[in-house]
C-alpha cells in the first residue's frame, strides 16, 4: 500500500513510524514532512494547506490511502476533496471537523447535547463583549472562534487582561477572520487529561489517556507553548474519572454527532478538565494530538494502519486496540527562547540507538546534516514498566542527544508522580 500522511511535525513523525510496522505498507510518502521525518518517509514540498495540490499529488502517485493529521487541511476540507477523487482518508471530514475548527460550533453542540463543559457566552459584537465583562466572574476566558493556531484561548486574570483580550481578538484581528465571534467562558479548574479517541462515527475507543505540559518553563511557568512534553497514562484519569467521561462526554458526542448528520471518523481528541465537579470539556480536536501522540502511539501495542483503516470503513468494533500496560514520557527539546525569539540552524547529533525514540518537528537537512529549523525541535520518548521509569529514561535520551540552544523542562512527569505518591500513601 502506498501511504500519503499530511502534515510534517513530530505527531507525523510518531504516526509514520507506527504505520510503517504494518508489512503491507509499501511506500509513505509526507506532505510537507520535515528533515528528520525523511528518515522514515518519502517528504514532498507540498504544504499541508494546499489543497489542490495535495490531491492532484494523491492521484498522481495513485496513493491507496491518505492520513491527514494536521487540524488545518481538516478543517478546511482535504478529506472531502480526496474523497471525491477516490482516494480514502483517516480523518473527519468538513463537516464534522467543524468541532475542532468553531468554537461557538463546539460550546453550542456541547450545551444543546448535555455534554460538560464551562458556562460561556458568544459575542459578534465587541461592545456587548466589553459590557458583559465589566460584570463578569474573574478569571474569565476569552477566545476566537476560529482557529488560531493554537493561541487563540486567552486565560485571563483579571478584568484588563480580559478587556485586553477582547480588543486584540475583535478589534486589531490578531487571528484574522477567526475572531469575528468570540466565547468569553467559566475558567474551570483541575488537572488536564487529554484522552484521544478512535472512531469510525459510531463506535468509539479511547486510547491510554495522558497530560501535556503546556508552558515554556519548570513549574509550569512562563509562556504557553504547543506543548513541552508529555507523559501517559495520566494518573489523573481514574477508573471513576474514566466512567463519568465515558457516560456523560465520549459516548454522548460521537453519538450527537452522528445524530446531527455529522459523523465523526479518525481521531476524536477530548481536551478534559477533571474538575471538583468531574470531567469537563475544555476543547474538542479532530485529530490526534501533538506532543500526545509521541507517548499514546509508542504503547499501542495494536497494528495502527489495520484500526485506521477500521475507522474509515465503520468496522471499529471488529478490530483489536491493545495498549500495554506500562508508561510513557516524551520530553521535547526546543530551542533556547522559544515560544518567542530563538536562533536556529543548528546541527542536531542523534545517536543512531536512540534515532527509534526520536520524532522530529522543527528540523531541515543540510545535505546529511540535520539543522534545527523551529522552535520546538525534537521529542524524545523513553517507555517503560511505570511512569518513574518512563520519566527517567527519557532524561537519560535526552542528554545523549545534542545541538547547540537546546532547551527542555526538567519536571515533566513530576506533577504526575507526586499526585501518583498522594495516592498510594
Ligand atoms: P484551548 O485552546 O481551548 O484548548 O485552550 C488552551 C488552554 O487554555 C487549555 O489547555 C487550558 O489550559 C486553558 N483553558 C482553556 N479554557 C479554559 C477554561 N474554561 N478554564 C481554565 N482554563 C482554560
Ligand atoms: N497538545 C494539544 C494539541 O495538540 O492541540
Given amino acids: 500500500m502506498k501511504i500519503m500522511v499530511v502534515g510534517g511535525g513530530g505527531r507525523e513523525h510518531a504516526i509514520i513510524k507506527k504505520l510503517a510496522e504494518n508489512s503491507s505498507v509499501e511506500k509513505i510518502y509526507c506532505l510537507p514532512g520535515n528533515g528528520g521525518i525523511a528518515a522514515d518517509a518519502e517528504c514532498v514540498p507540498i504544504s499541508s494547506t494546499d489543497i489542490p495540490a495535495i490531491v492532484s499529488f494523491a492521484k498522481d502517485n495513485a496513493v491507496d490511502y491518505a492520513v491527514v493529521a494536521q487540524d488545518d487541511p481538516l478543517v478546511m476540507g ?24 468553531s468554537k461557538v460550533f463546539s460550546k453550542d453542540f456541547m450545551r444543546r447535547n448535555n455534554i460538560p463543559t464551562a458556562e460561556y457566552e458568544v459575542f459578534t459584537d465587541a461592545e456587548k463583549a466589553l459590557e458583559y465583562l465589566e460584570t463578569a466572574k474573574i478569571p474569565t476566558v476569552v477566545k476566537a472562534d476560529g482557529p488560531a ?63 501535556d505540559h503546556k508552558r515554556a518553563h519548570d513549574n509550569d511557568e512562563g509562556l504557553n507553548t504547543g506543548g513541552m512534553g508529555t507523559v501517559a497514562p495520566s494518573p489523573y484519569y481514574t477508573p471513576e474519572v474514566h466512567k463519568q467521561a465515558m457516560e456523560r462526554i465520549i459516548l454522548p458526542t460521537v453519538k450527537a454527532m452522528k445524530a446531527e448528520g455529522r459523523p465523526f471518523k479518525g481521531c476524536l481528541y477530548f481536551g478534559l478538565m477533571i474538575t471538583p465537579e468531574g470531567p469537563k470539556v475544555v476543547e474538542y480536536n479532530c485529530r490526534f494530538g501533538d506532543p500526545e501522540t509521541q507517548v499514546v502511539l509508542p504503547l499501542l501495542k495494536s497494528d495502527l494502519l489495520n484500526i485506521m483503516l477500521a475507522t474509515t470503513n465503520g468496522n471499529l468494533k471488529d478490530v483489536p486496540v491493545e495498549f500495554s500496560d506500562g508508561a510513557a514520557c ?14 536556529k540552524g543548528f546541527e542536531i547529533t542523534i545517536p543512531d540507538g536512540l534515532k527509534s525514540s526520536v520524532y522530529v518537528a522543527g528540523a531541515k537537512l543540510d545535505g546529511n546534516r540535520l539543522l534545527t529549523s523551529g522552535g520546538r525541535v525534537l521529542g524524545v520518548t523513553a517507555c517503560g514498566k511505570d511512569l518513574e521509569e518512563a520519566v527517567a529514561e527519557a532524561y537519560k535520551k535526552c542528554e545523549k542527544i545534542s545541538f547547540e540552544n537546546a532547551y527542555y523542562r526538567r519536571d515533566i512527569g513530576k506533577k504526575a508522580l507526586e499526585f501518583l505518591h498522594r495516592q498510594r500513601r
Avoid at 86 to 100: S, T
Avoid at 171 to 177: L, N, R, T
Wanted: aromatic letters at 6%.
Fill in 78 to 101: 482535504c478529506v472531502d476533496e480526496l474523497n471525491a477523487v477516490g482516494v480514502p482518508c483517516f480523518g473527519p471530514d468538513k463537516k464534522a471537523a467543524i468541532i475542532e475548527g
Fill in 330 to 343: 516524551c520530553v521535547i527539546m526546543a530551542s533556547s527562547g522559544y515560544p518567542e525569539k530563538y536562533e
Fill in 149 to 211: 493556531l493554537g493561541k487563540g484561548a486567552l486565560v485571563c486574570m483579571t478584568k484588563d487582561e480580559a478587556k485586553n483580550a477582547v480588543h486584540e481578538i475583535m478589534q486589531d484581528k490578531k487571528f484574522g477572520a477567526s475572531g469575528d465571534r468570540i466565547v468569553i467562558e467559566e475558567f474551570m479548574t483541575g488537572p488536564e487529561v487529554s484522552v484521544l479517541s478512535f472512531t469510525d462515527g459510531e463506535t468509539v475507543i479511547p486510547m491510554v489517556p495522558s497530560t
